[in-house]
């Protein structure tokens, strides 16, 4: 029997369907949703009239046909942006607070077709899909936390000779025209993170939805539309990354970037931007510390959920965890049958943990992966088999220190177990790497979790637990350049989204 035949399944394909508010999204071709983009308050097509297919990982399922846009739907997007600016920035701060709060109503009331939406269009499990939407609403609701951001600064002049009798006025302001991309692992929340502060601080948007799953932020687009803030404040287009992230980056009504993504991608979109600000938050190959005082229970359950949710499609999964000799072996055992608790299948049907990767050619990457880790050593304890899009979860052990699985991001449901000496061995292979996002130490003292913590090249430290970014109450963001630069958070995002100007007045 094959591993799509083990599995739990439902007997029916995946489909989008759009609520009545949510309709202008999508027009319908044969019961196929065809997906607009939204420029200047309008719903449309691509200039070159070009589609291109959204297909469900779950089975591979038609769910959409989403337009490809080209050069002149970006100008277009762009340019209707510029003029939206005096619109947006008219806008009193109070009177956007209240479009996002009423955006966060709008949202709850829709809630099911947003999770059902996301679970078709990227293959995650009920459970992931509702978090995700209830912490977008989250985020709608808690941008007035961000907002005390915007505060200026007053500097008396006669502290210092030749500005006796001056003062001075430090302001923020929006910066303009903010360029949002996103990635696929979290469709809706991560791009809304991004367009949420950039609006409430008096910013037009330019975004672009993921290729691989489109349907949920042109959703989000649809929902500020009915909220309130004015025709091209933001707009979403959708097509190539590799064409239209370059022109964002380099256009010169593009006044700020913020990407989230890979490295390479992060690396290329900097070069086309130029010195503009950026926001990017890139790869991540997050390390856990198991020392040998930790509560072996509450690492093992923590290190696996770490590896396996959101079938591991996440920058603050666990990439490898560092355990010591102490208690190694135990942890090995423990592992594996916590892991064994984790179910794969049709992320649809009852019970399953784990659903598929966003496509083929992500599950064989990973297999791929897998197999390079065994080829240099590794232990195969669990699962290691795939099947389509499904991956099955995996346990490694004794991997090594040279194997691409513990240098490099995994983004696959793997749980890659390597053998440390002691918990200086442990700080120095965590910080071998050429990223810096997360990490997490797991350790009963507190002074051994605050040394570990200090000597961490990381952006964030999560002690007895497992990474998690959540709405973004705590900051996150990359030490080291392949895990990019800036803050996201509530109160940092709207930082990077704001520009400092100086105002000097006459005594």
Not at 114 to 133: C, H, N, P, R, Y
Not at 478 to 496: A, F, N
């Amino acid at each position: 029997m094959s591993l799509l035949e083990e599995m739990p399944r439902v007997d029916q394909p995946p489909a989008v369907a759009l609520p009545e508010l949510l309709e202008p999204v999508a027009t319908y071709d044969d019961e196929v949703p065809e997906l607009r983009m939204f420029v200047d308050g309008e719903w449309r097509g691509a200039v070159s009239g070009e589609r291109f297919d959204v297909r469900s990982p779950i089975d591979g399922s038609l769910i959409a046909r989403a337009q490809l846009g080209g050069t002149e739907d970006v100008e277009a997007a762009i340019s209707a942006a510029r003029r939206a600016r005096g619109a947006i920035r008219a806008m009193s701060a109070a009177e956007r607070l209240a479009t996002c709060e009423r955006a966060a109503g709008i949202m709850r009331d829709h809630l099911d077709a947003f999770v059902q939406t996301i679970v078709v269009d990227l293959g995650k499990t009920m459970a992931s899909a509702e978090s995700e939407v209830t912490t977008t609403i989250q985020r709608l609701e808690l941008v007035r936390e961000e907002v005390r951001r915007i505060f200026g600064e007053y500097l008396p002049g006669d502290w210092v000779a030749g500005t006796e009798g001056k003062r001075g006025v430090v302001i923020r302001e929006p910066v303009g025209t903010v360029a949002a991309i996103g990635p696929f692992n979290y469709p809706l929340f991560t791009p809304a993170a991004k367009i949420i502060p950039a609006l409430a601080a008096g910013n037009a948007v330019v975004a672009k939805a993921p290729s691989d799953d489109p349907v949920a932020l042109l959703m989000f687009a649809r929902v500020l539309e009915q909220a309130g803030f004015p025709p091209g404040a933001l707009n979403v287009v959708t097509g190539p990354g590799s064409k239209i992230g370059d022109l964002l980056a380099s256009h010169p009504d593009i006044s700020m970037v913020s990407f989230t993504g890979s490295a390479t991608a992060g690396r290329k979109l900097a070069e086309a931007a130029g010195p503009k600000p950026l926001h990017l938050e890139l790869g991540g190959n997050a390390a856990g510390l198991v020392l040998a005082d930790a509560d072996l229970e509450q690492a093992v359950e923590k290190t696996v959920a770490a590896s396996f949710k959101n079938a591991g499609q996440r920058c603050s999964a666990l990439s490898r965890i560092l355990v010591v000799d102490a208690v190694y072996d135990r942890y090995v055992e423990a592992a594996v049958e916590e892991a064994r608790s984790w179910t794969l299948g049709d992320p649809r049907a009852d019970g399953v943990d784990v659903g598929p990767l966003v496509h083929e050619d992500a599950a064989e990457t990973v297999q791929g992966l897998v197999q390079d880790a065994r080829d240099r050593g590794a232990r195969l304890l669990l699962g290691g088999d795939r099947e389509g899009c499904y991956h099955q979860p995996t346990v490694l052990a004794d991997v090594s220190f040279a194997a691409e699985l513990s240098c490099e991001e995994t983004f696959g449901p793997v749980l890659t177990i390597v053998h440390v000496d002691d918990e200086q061995q442990a700080i120095e292979q965590a910080n071998a790497s050429r990223y810096g996002l997360d990490s997490a130490v797991f350790t009963r003292d507190l002074e051994t979790a605050w040394r570990v913590a200090s000597a961490l090249e990381v952006g964030m430290v999560a002690v007895n637990d497992a990474p998690s970014h959540g709405v973004g109450h705590f900051p996150f963001g990359g030490r080291k350049p392949d895990s990019g630069v800036g803050r996201e958070g509530l109160g940092y995002s709207i930082d990077e989204c704001t520009a400092l100007k100086t105002v000097v007045l006459p005594g």
